[in-house]
C-alpha cells in the first residue's frame, strides 16, 4: 500500500483560504487516483475531492465545488486541496485517500488512508 501523510490544516477565520498537502510514498504514485475527505464532529467521514492518475479528471462534493480546488505533482508524489472562502461548516478532520487507478467518491473504494490534519474554521 501507499504510505499517505497529511499536512496544512490550522485554524482560520471564515473567508479564509488553506492549501492542505498529502505525501505519498511506498508506490509509484502516478498509478493512484487520490481523495480528499472529511471528517466533523459528530458526523460520518464525507467526501470532498477526488482526482485521477492523471489530474485531468476531478470531481467534487456540492458544498465545496467552486471554493475548494484538488490538484497532483505526479513528480513529487503530493497531492493537494486548496481551500478557499472557507466557512465554520467546513470545520473537520480533513484525510487524504488513494486507490489504484480509476477515480471513486466513496469511502469504501480507497484502501490507503493518511492520519488526517485538522482544519478549524472560525466565525
Known amino acids: 500500500q501507499v504510505q499517505l501523510v497529511e499536512s496544512g490544516g490550522g485554524l482560520v477565520q471564515a473567508g479564509d483560504s488553506l492549501l492542505l498537502s498529502c505525501a505519498a510514498s511506498?508506490?509509484?504514485?502516478?498509478?493512484?487516483?487520490m481523495g480528499w475527505f472529511r471528517r466533523a464532529p459528530g458526523k460520518e467521514r464525507e467526501f470532498v475531492a477526488a482526482?485521477?492518475?492523471?489530474?485531468?479528471?476531478?470531481h467534487y462534493a456540492a458544498s465545496v465545488k467552486d471554493r475548494f480546488t484538488i490538484s497532483r505533482d505526479n513528480a513529487k508524489n503530493t497531492v493537494y486541496l486548496q481551500m478557499d472562502s472557507l466557512k465554520p461548516e467546513d470545520t473537520a478532520v480533513y484525510y487524504c485517500?488513494?486507490?489504484?487507478?480509476?477515480?471513486?467518491?466513496?469511502?469504501?473504494?480507497?484502501?490507503?488512508w493518511g492520519q488526517g490534519t485538522q482544519v478549524t474554521v472560525s466565525s
Open positions: 485517500a488513494a486507490r489504484l487507478f480509476t477515480i471513486a467518491t466513496k469511502t469504501s473504494d480507497f484502501g490507503s
Open positions: 511506498g508506490r509509484t504514485f502516478s498509478n493512484y487516483a
Open positions: 482526482i485521477d492518475w492523471s489530474g485531468y479528471n476531478s
